[in-house]
């Protein structure tokens, strides 16, 4: 590198560049006085190098220097006297022979910079985020999220895929959450929406002949904000292929997830395939359609061995249990913990529990309106021994199912039981094309373009809660990181499965007009998933908040506090897009 500011990085000096002439310029991180003689830690965003200022004049002109102002320097490669092992360019440093101020910061900044910013208010950090994403650990997030998605590209490529813009102005269709909508200048009364995802994009695309298609896609979608979701928009690896099946998407994903991932941690990959778990085991299992395989720990149901219990807690209820081992030295107050836990983080009316002593005996907790014939069955349907606690969740079926889900998280955070250092995949197939909505009426439960398990026979014959959808997700970690499915290409079976969720023929061709057009014009089957890269890159950093990742991110409320967004328009803008607004106190 060789330009008016610098012949060298920061961070590229070594011990092979000693007696030679440079010029650096970064940001001050350090400047340390010690009254003839001035040290001065210079970054860029490759390293730091350590400047020495041993001149009176340019001592003067150092008095002008803070934290954080850029500057460029000029001198000499010098071997250091004490060595630095914690940095790279810990062997050398450079005698400065003249330093030009490039850029002045104010003396008080809002919060320290290369701190871990533990203490620092969120919002004041994403206030000053352009000072925040100086801060080495954010940055290099910054800079990982750019190295996977060239690697992603690259996986793809090499599969044969053709990457394909899609629009970001499209229209409003039901696709499971709010739409973002945009006014338009030209038709009055007319919106266009963000898309929430380039779902009917890409099957147009299978319809056109394209047969493996893929974008770094933005989708948006006016949700709540979460620890592990960004609200407004977020980024997906969307790719679809046509004359394929389900295995066929599994095996894409089995390929570039890993191999992505691998490039980008020393941590241990699963390698496909992946294990496939289906939605009911999943809830029975683990309590949540996505489940951490890191953590050892299953819920079990032992309904049938409480049955006609005249105990009140476990009367006529759906009752699992979570067996750990090795408990015996935890006190009173752990159990009371997760009790607590249960009740005011989940929901639950209580968290029953009971320990096993060294003498095969159930101890504490309800041990005493447990009898031996229970105890017996118990000893044999979770093979217990000495030392074992029993945690017990009783509910109402689906209830019971989240809860134990819940203490069975918490009981591995606890006690620590997740496997280090992995990425531990699995796909969920098997999801119901239909639930229940609030309302009590059938609404879809995935995603409403997925193609019925049994096609059109399902959806005339069977009871529509009791239908299989070919959906699926991919999961790792305990965070859903892809779905996908077997996209419906039949316009009859399209028809019928949106009439079992309300809506007509009339509807679907209003909302859904290009797609159930070109159904009539030769479609291929086809197929994909969309892997989601905000939540990739979350876990192959180690962060356990989404917005670590994310360059400008929104906060908790939605809001953006460094630009003021959203915010008031002008009233003249209103009137250009023909809306009025009626605001409510």
Not at 176 to 204: C, I, N, T, W
Not at 305 to 325: R, S, Y
Not at 535 to 554: C, D, G, Q, S, T
Request: proline fraction near 4%; glycine fraction near 6%.
């Amino acid at each position: 590198m060789s330009n008016e500011y610098r012949t060298h990085s920061c961070g590229e000096l070594r011990k092979s560049n000693i007696n030679e002439e440079v010029k650096l310029a970064g940001f001050v991180q350090k400047i340390r006085d010690l009254g003839k003689m001035q040290f001065i830690d210079l970054r860029d965003e490759l390293g730091i190098t350590q400047i020495v200022v041993q001149t009176e004049e340019l001592y003067e002109k150092c008095k002008d220097i803070s934290s954080e102002c850029t500057i460029t320097v000029s001198g000499k490669v010098v071997e250091r006297s004490s060595k630095n092992d914690k940095i790279l360019t810990g062997e050398i440093e450079v005698i400065a022979s003249s330093i030009t101020i490039l850029g002045k910061c104010r003396n008080s900044l809002p919060f320290e910079i290369n701190s871990q910013n533990q203490n620092v208010r969120e919002d004041l950090r994403l206030e000053y985020r352009f000072l925040d994403l100086r801060n080495e650990r954010i940055h290099n997030n910054i800079r990982m999220r750019s190295k996977i998605l060239k690697d992603f590209r690259t996986e793809m490529d090499a599969l044969g895929f053709t990457e394909i813009q899609t629009p970001i102005l499209a229209n409003s269709s039901p696709e499971g959450a709010r739409d973002f909508l945009v006014p338009s200048r030209l038709h009055p009364g007319e919106f266009y929406a963000l898309p929430q995802a380039p779902q009917q994009f890409k099957q147009l695309l299978m319809i056109s002949g394209f047969e493996k298609y893929y974008q770094i896609a933005p989708c948006f979608r006016d949700e709540d904000p979460r620890a592990d979701r960004s609200p407004g928009e977020f980024y997906q690896l969307d790719f679809e292929m046509s004359f394929v099946n389900q295995e066929d998407v599994f095996k894409v994903l089995e390929t570039v997830v890993p191999n992505v991932f691998e490039k980008n941690t020393n941590w241990k990959v699963d390698k496909g395939p992946f294990v496939r778990i289906p939605y009911k085991e999943a809830m029975e299992k683990y309590g949540t359609d996505k489940p951490d395989l890191r953590n050892p720990l299953i819920i079990e149901d032992v309904t049938d061995i409480f049955e006609g219990t005249e105990f009140n807690a476990f009367k006529e209820k759906t009752v699992k249990v979570i067996t750990v081992q090795k408990m015996e030295d935890k006190p009173r107050k752990f159990f009371d913990m997760m009790s607590n836990f249960a009740v005011e983080e989940l929901g639950a009316k209580g968290l029953a529990w009971t320990k096993v002593d060294e003498n095969n005996e159930l101890n504490g907790g309800i041990s005493k309106f447990i009898d031996e014939e229970r105890k017996e069955k118990l000893f044999k349907k979770l093979n217990l021994s000495s030392g074992c606690a029993m945690f017990f969740i009783a509910d109402e079926f689906e209830s019971s199912q989240k809860i134990a889900g819940g203490v069975r998280i918490k009981l591995a955070k606890e006690l620590d039981l997740l496997e280090k250092e992995c990425y531990k995949f699995c796909l969920i197939v098997d999801f119901p094309m239909y639930e229940l909505s609030d309302e009590g009426t059938i609404d879809f439960n995935h995603n409403p373009f997925s193609m019925p398990q049994g096609g059109m026979d399902s959806l005339l014959n069977k009871n529509p809660l009791d239908i299989y959808a070919y959906q699926f997700d991919l999961v790792c970690n305990g965070y859903e990181v892809s779905s996908g499915a077997v996209r419906n290409h039949d316009q009859e079976i399209m028809i019928k499965a949106f009439e079992i969720a309300g809506y007509t023929e009339d509807d679907v061709k209003k909302k859904f007009g290009a797609l159930f057009n070109a159904f009539s014009f030769g479609t291929p089957p086809h197929a994909g998933a969309a892997p989601g890269i905000d939540r990739l890159v979350m876990l192959l950093a180690n962060e356990e908040n989404i917005r670590e990742v994310i360059a400008f991110p929104k906060n908790k409320k939605a809001r953006d506090v460094m630009m003021n967004a959203p915010a008031n328009v002008f009233d003249k803008q209103l009137e250009e897009v023909h809306i009025k607004l009626d605001l409510k106190d």
